[in-house]
């Protein structure tokens, strides 16, 4: 099951012909320096090469009106002029003799691409074509867009393949108000997008771009717009949005196919976006959606105009589809004010819709938009000065860290007598462990440890947390006769010695005690920051709940806490099943650079196979239909989420009150 990538010379074949500044930006190398970074970094012999096709005309009207096509047919043959004058009619967009062509293979790309993954031949993959689409309309050309390649894709998928629900990731900086139009009523396509709009003031200028447009009839709800009010957003701001707001609400809609309208004027260095995320977000954007739809996941370029940081950005999405480990993210910051005022704005209206986010908070009160906008003009003057820094100095960031594949995937650490799964390798203890390893188990050891299994068991583990430091070994299992005791061991003395930051996800219930090496007098406080207990009424049979912590706690944390190691504990009759178990193995891998250890009982073997092929980067199945949830767990979560906001500034989701 590999990767698609799909690129081809002749999309680099058109150029604007006259001077019109809004459109310069848009150039033929947008697409070659994609291609030649992929490359030169061996990621393109990497993929599955998959030729583009022109779209037909019929694949077309699936989206656009035949006037409009007819008007496009005709710009092959226009002169200059007539092409300068057809360009009028709309904005910020131009037409070239050899558009049509290129705007046919486009949309051609994106439904080869849809072919490819939803026949099973990839498993995923990326379309590098030109012109982009998600501002063009059923009549109108648009933002350099001239037939909408994903939405088109969308319509197909749901033709040609019985997609059922398919959707549609926007995270291009620009609103995609040609596929907003196109969904808005139709509960099938599930439409995200975040957007520059510094209310309203900046293009496409619309009204509907707002975070209250949710869809019409029964496609309200189903319609997510997230704008971004200031410029210089940040990594911290992007992931808050996904774990606060996308993801939640994807898995409770359940796709049965990833789109995304893959632009990368969102990133550091664009002109047009002026925002600050890192190229290597994207790795963690491309991530978070692997596992929705059981990986079908269709990633199609839209804009992205600084070359470099665009080349980058492609590269971290790719290798990203390849399953390659995920680059850390260090120091992702707290989101902004004015994002949280967003955050805020947009769960408080989609609340209504599902039932993911039922408890979330109401609007910013009046009150605190008033204040806010008595300090507007402050903000704005401040703002105008910076705009004249900003423009002198060229935005700079180093280049993303190489992402090493580690020479052994995943590992296991088994009895002699139990079997080991395919695809991984068994660790075996050397003849004669390290002595002073040897004491020191023995020396903590309750009974277990204590016997040659125990000392074996455990210095085999220490052998693979080392290996998993040094990238030797990715991830891997363990089974062990006491779960609890294994887990205290590690993270007491095998784990601190290796590394700094290790992230205990215990399921199921136990008490992990936390013995504080100086007692200092804030053990309480530290508690209550470090031990972060979450009851589900219902245990791991809510799934409702059970994303809920995931996203609204999980993962905002571990994104804060950038650990070096992720321990990932099964107690026994956790309760937990196979696809949810599969989904957190999946997702937890995009911390520590993907270092997960499992800890299993070793009367909990069964469920050895699913935690190997989630080890291996299969994608887990996707979540079944969503349970109610219980009233009150929503509602304890929520409570928890608030109370642990002031140690972690992950977890907010609404603008800090009284100032
Ligand atoms: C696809 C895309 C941007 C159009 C900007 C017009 N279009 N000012 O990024
Ligand atoms: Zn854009």
Redesign the pocket.
Known sequence: MGTALIYDEEMTKYKLLWVDP??KI?VPERLSVSYEALVRTGLSDRCVSVPPREASDAEILLVHSEEYLEGVKKTPHMTLEDLKEFTLQY??VYFHPNIYHCAKLAAGSALQLVDSVMTGKVRNGMALVRP????SMRSAA????VFNNVAIAARYAKQKHGAKRVLIVDW???HGQGVQYCFEDDPSVLYFSWHRYEHQEF??NLRESDYDCVGKGSGAGYNINVPWNEVGMENGDYLSVFCHVLLPVAYEFCPDLVLVCA?F?SAIGDP?GEMCATPDIFAHLTHLLMNLAGGKLCAVL????NLTSLAQSVCQTVQTLLGDPLPQLANVRSPCESALESLQCVRSVQRRYWSILKHAADSPTTDVSTKRIKLAKAEEEKAETAEEERGQEEKVWPEPAERLRPPVCSASVLPDDAACPDGLKRLVSSKDPEPLLVSRIKNRSTEDAGDADGVATFSRLYTLIEKMRTNEIGNGVALVPDVAAAMECVVQDLGSDLVSRVLVVCVGKEELNCATADGSEDKQEQKGKYYIPVCLKKGCADTVGFIQAVFGLLLPLGYEYDPGLVLLVRMPGSGVGDCMWQQLIGLLKGFAKGHTLVLMQTNDGACMDPTASALLGHPAPPLQELLTPLPDDGGALERMRERLQAHWKMLQTTVSSGN
């Open positions: 809004a459109c848009e904005g910020d982009p689409g998600h501002h648009s933002g350099f867009c291009d900086i620009h293009w496409p632009g004027d047009e839209e804009g992205g105009y």
